[in-house]
């Protein structure tokens, strides 16, 4: 069965960084783009971006482009999101999910836990 | 952007009663492709998002056909037939139309 497996909760200090971990199983890695989703505490869902685990290709949205970076290790059917110069406005849930590889419009069918980001000194 | 807006942000109903959320998109959600790019998630309490319908009115795998969801190129509707326990949370509205993929506010559905 599908798993999106991801890392557990983080406290972390204001300026730091933060490597998330989503790691997949039950499907066949590359045939599904991973995408990345923030949900402030309370709040709506925001879509961080995607990656292609086959090519490494992304695409960002662009109000996350300088403070998300998005990878994969294919060997291990992992996909990373590395957070920086984390502030309080980052603390939140990030979730991964996934869509089907080369279809228009495939829906994000499986999503992760969520890991819960808490910046504080 | 595409800006989507839920209506109501909350919808008490008793149990065995039908109700109606509404999502309306500031842009038509129509492809080129004639794929109408709208979905809508369930976020029960403490989990995470689950797909509900796909493409519009496409029943996603395992949800039951009490959803349906019906529209036109910019506003659409989510309706649940004999609304159960299981269906309290918050129902997402979603795109994938074109960058940034963003979603709508929110409905929360409790139960009278």
């Known amino acids: 069965q599908v798993n999106l497996l991801q890392s557990g909760a983080a406290l972390v200090k204001p300026g730091a960084s933060v490597k998330l971990s989503c790691k997949a199983s039950?499907?066949?890695?590359?045939?599904?783009?991973i995408h990345w989703v923030k949900q402030s505490h309370g709040k709506s869902l925001e879509w961080i971006g995607y990656?292609?685990?086959?090519?490494?290709?992304?695409n960002y949205n662009e109000k996350f482009k300088s403070k998300a970076t998005l990878t994969v290790d294919k060997s291990t059917n992992t996909a990373y999101m590395e957070l920086s110069r984390l502030t309080s406005e980052d603390s939140a849930t990030y979730y991964c999910?996934?869509?089907?590889?080369?279809?228009?419009?495939?829906?994000?069918?499986?999503w992760g836990q969520g890991v819960m980001v808490t910046v504080s000194s | 952007d595409i800006v989507l807006t839920q209506a109501p942000l909350s919808v008490s109903v008793t149990p065995g009663e039908s109700a109606s959320i509404s999502c309306r998109s500031s842009k038509s959600l129509l492809s080129s492709k004639g794929i109408t790019s709208l979905y809508w998630y369930l976020q029960r309490p403490g989990k995470s998002p689950q797909l509900l319908i796909y493409q519009m009115s496409n029943l996603a795998s395992g949800v039951p056909d009490r959803f349906s969801s019906s529209g036109s190129e910019t506003d659409f509707t989510l309706k649940i037939s004999k609304v159960e326990t299981e269906d309290v949370g918050v129902y997402y509205c979603g795109h994938r139309l074109e960058y940034p993929y963003t979603f709508g506010a929110g409905t929360k559905l409790e139960l009278k």
């Open positions: 990656i292609n685990p086959n090519s490494g290709y992304t």
């Open positions: 039950g499907y066949t890695f590359t045939d599904y783009y």
């Open positions: 999910t996934r869509s089907r590889y080369g279809s228009y419009g495939t829906p994000f069918d499986y």
